[in-house]
């Protein structure tokens, strides 16, 4: 089939500026230095390693570019959060430890925080019987939303670290996070947000929304490539996260353990460089166009697949996840039919009309939970900023031809 329809954007973007696989080519052609050494190469290296630190920093509301600690991925970053400083409030104090998430969180969050009460004795599930527990809040099966006063309500003395996510990749709901860090902020409680459906989609901003971790794909709403995120790190925040990788970094290389000063306390070895001299020119690109016409058109966008998802255009026996509001979501789209499973969706989408998109779980098996999606998940599909209008209208299409046939 020689028309492909790529609505996997929440997975990665695609397709990505010119800009970006260029100035990869570049550094691969021209440079090729790791950004440590003394000479042109390995400088030039270094200087556009600095310039996507403060694009990035501009880009989210951050205070200081040294805050912006590079990873491999949201994943990576959520786990160097997470880890990090539990880490160090295990090491620094004798009592208890609890951390809030949600029914909502994706695998990013909950596994590292199954881990950590496992690793602290404390068995699986929510509550956790040894130092470290848990409370997961739940959300709202309809509408897929966070109510703010869960997390208030579930705030002890010992909690040491909320997380939870801007906007959820299965129900494209945006959560109502600058309520959430006013709260934790008010009782003194570090706020740890997962951007990774959000940032490059609305705006996003630390200091307004009281974040004190920010972890971010670069591969998806920044249009970078992948292998490329970071971590966001509120100044001050640093003296209450350990590390939880250690090695080289170049500089005061004499000392035995990990220089405390930023980037370089969370940036052992070498960097990614190719990757995140892309992603720069990703960020580059979104800032020249500007937030008020990328939301315009993604607007659009969601009005055409909400137009032919919901409502009286909707092909019978087919249920929309989430909001139905465009104000209240990103443009990220997940739906279940009666008779016919997400898989086989996903497969006739494909097969039949050249429409990309992904069936399953979506590593958040809590929310599929929640929204009572079963074994199979749900179809998503996702919208981009270079997805067009037609494209969409040919996905909804298609939708309904699959779901026609089926028995309900």
């Not at 397709?15 to 021209?30: D, H, I, N, T």
């Not at 959430?180 to 959000?198: K, N, T, W």
Request: charged residues 20%; contains cysteine; hydrophobic residues 40%.
């Amino acid at each position: 089939m020689s028309r492909r329809i790529y609505l996997d954007n929440a997975a990665t973007s695609f397709p990505k500026p010119p800009a970006v696989g260029e100035a990869m080519a570049r550094y691969a052609l021209e440079l090729g230095a790791p950004g440590r050494g003394g000479y042109a190469e390995a400088v030039e290296t270094k200087r556009l390693i600095d310039r996507c630190r403060e694009r990035v920093c501009r880009f989210i509301g951050g205070r200081e570019p040294r805050n912006v600690v590079f990873t491999l991925n949201t994943t990576d970053a959520m786990n160097l959060a997470i880890w990090g400083l539990i880490g160090h409030r295990l090491r620094t104090t004798r009592g208890p430890v609890h951390v809030i998430t949600s029914d909502l969180d994706h695998n990013s969050a909950l596994r590292p925080l199954n881990a950590l009460v496992e690793w602290c004795g404390g068995g699986s599930g929510d509550a956790g019987g040894g130092r470290v527990s848990q409370t997961r809040v739940p959300i709202d099966p309809i509408s897929g939303v966070l109510d703010p006063e869960d997390f208030r309500r579930a705030i002890r003395p010992e909690t040491a670290l909320v997380v939870t996510l801007h906007a959820s990749n299965v129900t494209g709901a945006v959560q109502p996070v600058a309520e959430i860090g006013r709260i934790c902020r008010e009782r003194g409680v570090p706020f740890l947000l997962d951007a990774a459906q959000s940032l490059g989609h609305v705006p996003v901003d630390v200091e307004a929304m009281g974040v004190d971790l920010l972890a971010f794909p670069g591969h998806k709403g920044l249009l970078g490539p992948t292998g490329t995120g970071g971590l966001y790190i509120s100044p001050g925040m640093e003296r209450r996260l350990d590390p939880v990788r250690q090695g080289g970094t170049g500089w005061r290389s004499e000392q035995e353990r990990m220089p405390e000063f930023l980037p370089d306390k969370f940036e052992p070895g070498s960097h990614n460089a190719v990757g995140i001299i892309g992603l720069s020119e990703g960020v580059a690109w979104l800032e020249a166009r500007g937030h008020g016409a990328l939301a315009e058109h993604e607007r659009g966008l969601m009005a055409e697949m909400l137009g032919g998802l919901t409502g009286a255009n909707a092909p019978a026996g087919l249920r929309l996840l989430g909001p139905t509001e465009m104000g209240q979501r990103v443009g990220v789209f997940s739906f279940v039919h009666e008779a016919v499973p997400a898989a086989e969706l996903a497969a006739r989408l494909e097969r039949e009309h050249g429409v990309l998109g992904r069936a399953g779980l979506h590593c958040a098996p809590a929310a599929h939970g929640a929204m009572g999606t079963g074994a199979g998940g749900a179809m998503r599909l996702s919208v981009g900023p270079f997805t067009t209008v037609e494209e969409v209208r040919a996905a909804v299409r298609a939708v309904g031809e699959v779901c026609a046939g089926a028995a309900v």
